[in-house]
């Protein structure tokens, strides 16, 4: 008979870059257990040492929901750990430190103060600075196949954010109403080796990234928690994810936004 899958067995899990077996583990369909787990997971790794410095929101690309069978957001912690600030826009990354890694352009945001509310213009004023990110996602879940449930409880499949260049708030917008549609109407491509391999918008991403960091501000004030200053959140994926492999060559290029584009290499 199946065991269920606890928290200490999926970061084992994680942690040694493996699946899970589905031979062995029930399936976590719960999405309160799932959250359970999560915390469980989060607590275990700030006790080894690690640190949240920010959080992630997947899953707020509704084009892709019917890719996934996943038909809301998610999100969990980034940490000191996962997180990376890269020195200009270009960066190297070895596939081999994650679990069949999948690679999301994003836009990220530095969190000056807290929001005062999750309407847009508070959100606007809480912000420091505004970057264009690389998320590389991770399943432990062999096929990305999961139910929603074992999405949210796997870290929300966090495994590294690279951070471009951020940009003061003030020198991307003249203020909250035109960074708000800036924010929903800027595009962008992702490319492979020079080939394009997919097109985005700023309003794929539940109307507008700034409406994503909405969402994650309600999420965390109905259980009692908050952003806070100096928090970094990635607000999901401009696209699909796409899967990595050695010696892929990705760049992006963004219109309407003033952010420059990122080049990734990847191989050890």
């Not at 269920?4 to 040694?16: S, T, V």
């Not at 999750?118 to 970057?131: F, G, M, P, Q, S």
């Not at 003249?174 to 997919?198: K, N, R």
Request: charged share 20%; no cysteine.
């Amino acid at each position: 008979m199946n065991k269920p899958l606890n928290a200490k067995d999926l970061l084992a899990i994680i942690d040694a870059h493996g699946l899970v077996d589905r031979f062995e583990f029930e399936p976590i369909v719960d999405l309160a257990l799932a959250e359970q787990l999560q915390a469980e997971i989060v607590a275990e790794r700030i006790a080894r040492g690690e640190r949240r410095i920010g959080y992630k929101i997947g899953f707020t690309n509704r084009t892709i929901w019917p890719l996934y069978g996943v038909f809301e957001p998610i999100w969990g912690p980034v940490y000191d750990t996962t997180v990376h600030q890269l020195d200009g826009t270009e960066a190297t990354l070895d596939p081999a430190q994650f679990i069949l890694p999948r690679l999301e352009p994003e836009i990220v945001f530095g969190i000056r103060t807290p929001p005062a509310s999750a309407e847009l213009d508070d959100l606007a004023a809480a912000l420091d600075w505004v970057a264009h990110g690389f998320e590389i996602v991770q399943s432990p879940f062999d096929d990305w196949r999961f139910t929603a449930a074992e999405s949210f409880a796997a870290q929300s499949l966090h495994g590294a954010l690279l951070v471009g260049p951020r940009v003061p708030v003030a020198q991307v917008a003249a203020g909250p109403e035109e960074l708000v549609g800036l924010l929903a109407g800027f595009a962008i491509e992702l490319s492979e080796d020079g080939q394009l391999v997919a097109r985005g918008r700023g309003s794929d991403v539940l109307d507008s990234p700034l409406h994503a960091l909405g969402h994650l501000v309600r999420q965390l004030g109905a259980r009692g928690l908050a952003l806070g200053a100096g928090d970094i959140v990635t607000t999901g994926a401009l696209t699909d994810a796409q899967p990595l492999a050695n010696g892929q060559h990705w760049h992006t290029r963004l219109e309407g936004l003033g952010l420059a584009g990122l080049t990734l290499r990847v191989g050890a």
